[in-house]
């Protein structure tokens, strides 16, 4: 019997079933539409998540042989979502991780001292991207009327797979919302006051795995089953990789390339730029933490290449085009779209292109960019001491991009047969959660290598090209 992994990702929702032998039997996938009110806005409508989860179900179970045992969840993170307890209707449309609206008012938290604090307690910083920010901008600019329920896209789904009986969320998601303390492993009433979060609203805390409830037949095709494993997408991934011992890392390109390394029991705390994250808690409570280089736009930056510019028909089409050129003809760009996360925590930095002459053709600009994504990726991992890294997720396809990828790196890069790591990893969760499998250790086996890339010789010139394009494009706006 199978599991049923949804994973809500910022431009769709896939959903697998996922035998116990670890193969995917079935596959659905719906997009939902991404709007841009303002310059660096960036939201969503919840209904149309929801839609989307419907759809992406639908075809999965009809390509399934059985009926899934049970639910695994899976999810963009640090994304605000405020919908009503009662109708589960959103009052406004959600503000995706990716905006950078409340830019300003990190400034004004930094200066006025608290930064030190809010690291010490989250493991994070004080930046537009987590979603305390955004509720502290809601707050002050669009205070919603009435009692809403907050929280971020788990538990919005939860709360309509259950028809409104479930409003929770768990520590991977919580511990990136800037109102958790992932030392204590509750939510702070401290940082809530800050944030101007009303503590009340925010959802119950429970395990990755273990049953959180079930979905209601009415609201999910008809459905009675446990919701069994949670978690937000990135240590997700890191689950469905089996990185489950520390030093174990993997880095996911999707949308944007999150790395993240397993430190076991530890809080390690970094001085380059890198986010101090639960990665999992199991049903005793005990958690796993990760260490983590978040970088916002990679795949999306192949989107734009594609529907921004009209560049290229596919993102298929990018490995091809960029093979036909040896280089990037001196072309850099640094894809800022949204800023620039790890390790610079730039919200102002803006998407740049440099190097231009009337030799360069739209070849250069699609090399140029899976080069930028490599190179985005090697100034993370410089921060960790890693001898090979999992790679995962839409770009892992890429062959071009993965060869570069251990080039710049200078190790090995493996990936997996099962690439969509982020839902398999949800759907591992709610197994154990309901005893498919005994334990994590279990799924090791489960684990099937496509493709190993060796490093060769790396670009030197070109990267240090990018270094200097990457300052060009700070402090723009």
């Not at 929280?151 to 939860?158: A, F, N, R």
């Not at 496509?450 to 490093?455: A, I, L, V």
Request: glycine share 10%.
């Amino acid at each position: 019997m199978g599991v049923l992994a949804i994973d809500a990702g910022t431009t769709g929702v896939t959903a697998l079933v996922v035998t116990e032998d670890g193969r995917v039997e079935a596959r659905g996938y719906a997009e939902f539409a991404q709007h841009f009110p303002a310059p660096g806005w960036v939201e969503h409508r919840p209904e149309e998540i929801w839609r989307a989860t419907l759809a992406a179900c639908r075809t999965a179970l009809d390509q399934a042989s059985t009926v899934p045992r049970c639910v695994g969840l899976t999810n963009q993170r640090e994304t605000a979502v405020l919908w009503d307890r009662d109708t589960l209707a959103a009052p406004r449309p959600a503000i995706v991780w990716q905006d950078r609206r409340s830019a300003a008012i990190c400034t004004r938290l930094r200066e006025a001292g608290h930064e030190p604090r809010v690291t010490e307690l989250t493991g994070l910083r004080l930046d537009p991207y987590f979603t305390g920010t955004k509720l502290t901008w809601l707050a002050e600019h669009e205070p919603v009327p009435g009692d809403p329920a907050i929280g971020t896209v788990d538990s919005y789904l939860i709360a309509r797979l259950t028809g409104g009986a479930r409003h929770v969320t768990d520590p991977s998601n919580a511990s990136r919302t800037l109102l958790y303390d992932i030392t204590t492993g509750t939510w702070s009433q401290e940082l809530c006051e800050l944030f101007k979060v009303p503590f009340h609203a925010l959802p119950e805390l429970v395990p990755n795995w273990g049953e959180v409830g079930r979905t209601d037949p009415d609201a999910f095709l008809g459905l009675d089953l446990p919701i069994s494993g949670l978690a937000g997408d990135q240590q997700a991934a890191l689950f469905g990789q089996t990185c489950f011992s520390p030093g174990d890392v993997k880095c996911t390109y999707g949308t944007g390339s999150f790395v993240l390394v397993n430190t076991g029991s530890e809080q390690v705390r970094s001085e380059a730029g890198l986010l101090t994250t639960v990665a999992w808690e199991d049903p005793s409570g005990a958690r796993t933490y990760a260490l983590e280089g978040a970088i916002f736009v990679t795949g999306a930056a192949v989107q734009w290449l594609r529907d921004g510019l009209g560049v290229i028909a596919s993102a298929a089409e990018s490995e091809e085009l960029a093979r036909s050129v040896p280089d990037s003809g001196g072309v850099v760009f640094v894809p800022a779209l949204t800023g620039l996360g790890a390790p610079h925590w730039d919200p102002r930095a803006r998407g740049t292109i440099l190097g231009l002459t009337r030799g360069s053709t739209r070849a250069h600009l699609v090399r140029a960019t899976l080069e930028a994504i490599a190179f985005e990726v090697r100034d993370i991992v410089a921060a960790m001491d890693i001898t090979i890294m999992k790679a995962d997720g839409g770009g892992s396809a890429n062959d071009l991009l993965m060869q570069i990828q251990a080039d710049q790196l200078g190790i090995p890069v493996e990936r997996p047969v099962v690439q969509e790591t982020t839902a398999l990893g949800a759907a591992f969760l709610a197994g154990l959660g309901t005893g498919v499998w005994s334990s994590p250790e279990e799924l090791r086996d489960t684990w099937k290598l496509d493709r190993r890339f060796e490093p060769g010789q790396a670009d030197g010139a070109a990267y240090e090209l990018w270094r200097r394009a990457v300052e060009r494009s700070r402090e723009w706006v």
